[in-house]
C-alpha cells in the first residue's frame, strides 16, 4: 500500500525547506512533500494547513 499526503493552505503563507531548496505556499495553494524526506515548516503569520491522505 502506498499513502500519499496532499496540503492545503486556505489562510496564511508557509514556507517549506528541504536540504535542496525552500519553497514559498500563498493561500490557495496545494503541495505535496514527501514525509519520507527531511523537511522543515515555518510561517511568520496566522497559517492554516489542512492535509490530505490517500491510500493505494
Same mark, same amino acid.
Given at each position: ?5 496532499? *496540503? ?10 528541504? !536540504?535542496? +531548496?525552500?519553497?514559498?505556499? +500563498?493561500?490557495?495553494?496545494?503541495? &505535496? @512533500? =514527501? #514525509?519520507?524526506?527531511? &523537511? !522543515? #515548516?515555518?510561517? =511568520? @503569520? =496566522?497559517?492554516?494547513?489542512? *492535509?490530505?491522505?490517500? *491510500?493505494?
Amino acid at each position: 500500500m502506498t499513502r500519499k499526503t496532499w *496540503e492545503w493552505s486556505p489562510r496564511g503563507c508557509l514556507q517549506l525547506s528541504t !536540504a535542496e +531548496e525552500t519553497r514559498r505556499f +500563498e493561500p490557495g495553494d496545494w503541495y &505535496h @512533500q =514527501d #514525509a519520507r524526506k527531511q &523537511h !522543515a #515548516a515555518k510561517s =511568520d @503569520q =496566522d497559517t492554516q494547513i489542512i *492535509e490530505f491522505w490517500f *491510500e493505494r
